[in-house]
């Protein structure tokens, strides 16, 4: 069971470069979140995705877009890397409902320079 | 604002000691509460989930306890392994629509043999 799969694991950007961090999952949960971890501070919200075609913004979203296709796929797209967007991000899902847990992906390391 | 605060932000104990670990939130309305594992390098991974009316749960050698009326948690790790060293995060689930969730920043945990 792959769960959740994030890729790249590490990328390295130049300030005002854009790129796409992918995120899919396989277990068909409806909910799915980016989030991003920096030193010393809780996990924050960016986008998240409620179904398929249903997309909102989180704490955090400025810088950052999302599209849902699929039920499967949730890609996070920096539009112009700033090093203000250097940090860990991770990709979670779930299903709805009160008790479910949430499935983290491994996470994306990025450095912006 | 929903918060949740942890403590210590970091502690070293010895193989085999026990230690515990402390989160205090402010999210309304409350839906449950999780403690998530989180290794280097990984994405975090659910431990135990507390509801309102849970006062103790245990999963091995973790037990998490849930005081609602003040709105405190802790995580109490028995007979300590090396492979306890990692982040542990304290998750709180807001009653509201989309699994909204709100992150402690974590308590990182060194356990020295």
């Known amino acids: 069971n792959a769960g959740v799969t994030q890729t790249p694991k590490f990328q390295v950007l130049k300030t005002g470069q854009s790129m796409t961090l992918q995120c899919a999952q396989d277990m068909n949960h409806e909910y799915m979140s980016w989030y991003r971890q920096d030193p010393g501070m809780g996990l924050r919200l960016i986008h998240y995705s409620v179904g398929a075609g249903i997309t909102d913004q989180g704490e955090v979203p400025n810088g950052y877009n999302v599209s849902r296709s699929t039920t499967e796929d949730f890609p996070l797209r920096l539009l112009s890397a700033a090093p203000s967007q250097t940090s860990v991000y991770f990709c979670?899902?779930?299903?709805?409902?009160?008790?479910?847990?949430?499935?983290f992906g491994q996470g994306t390391r990025l450095t912006v320079v | 604002k929903n918060q949740v605060e942890q403590s210590p932000q970091s502690l070293i104990i010895l193989e085999g000691k026990n230690c515990t670990l402390q989160c205090n939130y402010t999210v309304s309305p409350f839906s449950n509460l999780r403690w998530y594992k989180q290794d280097t390098g990984r994405g975090p991974v659910s431990l135990t989930i507390m509801t309102f009316s849970e006062n103790t749960k245990s999963n091995g050698r973790y037990t998490a306890t849930l005081d609602a009326d003040t709105k405190q948690s802790s995580l109490h790790i028995t007979a300590s392994q090396l492979s306890d060293s990692a982040s542990y995060i304290c998750?709180?689930?807001?009653?509201?629509?989309?699994?909204?969730?709100?992150f402690g920043g974590g308590t990182r945990v060194l356990v020295k043999p």
């Open positions: 979670a899902s779930s299903s709805p409902g009160r008790d479910t847990e949430a499935f």
């Open positions: 998750v709180v689930k807001v009653k509201a629509a989309g699994n909204k969730l709100t």
